[in-house]
């Protein structure tokens, strides 16, 4: 069974916090590295974190220091937590799970629906 499920996006003033959950099935959890994206208007989807099975995390160099990124693996979730949030961080944020190999280029096979996220200045 492939799930993802994202929530916890809102609408947010520049420098104030979320926390984004993506709730996953054992399936498109277990054993896997999970990633954090997002797309704003007009613009490619990018990378903003990645964290393996094991715990090993890559930022993006944009959210460096301002994004958390962790997973409770009891729980199947994954969390993004965004501090010090800029305009520039609005977009919609999903959540993908890929295989073994983690890095944010990497293949990511199952994806969220998204959450959408809104900062204004």
């Known amino acids: 069974q492939v799930q993802l499920a994202e929530s916890g996006g809102g609408s947010v003033q520049a420098g104030g916090s979320l926390r984004l959950s993506c709730a996953a099935s054992r399936y498109t959890y277990s054993g896997r590295c999970m990633g954090w994206f997002r797309q704003a208007p007009g613009k490619e989807r990018e990378g903003v974190a990645v964290i393996s099975w094991n715990g090993i995390i890559s930022y993006a160099d944009s959210v460096k220091g301002r994004f958390t990124i962790s997973r409770d693996n009891a729980k199947n979730t994954l969390y993004l937590q965004l501090n010090s949030l800029k305009p520039e961080d609005t977009g919609m944020y999903y959540c993908?799970?890929?295989?073994?190999?983690?890095?944010?280029?990497?293949?990511?096979?199952?994806w969220g629906q998204g959450t959408q996220v809104t900062v204004s200045s």
């Open positions: 993908a799970a890929g295989s073994w190999y983690c890095g944010i280029g990497a293949d990511f096979a199952y």
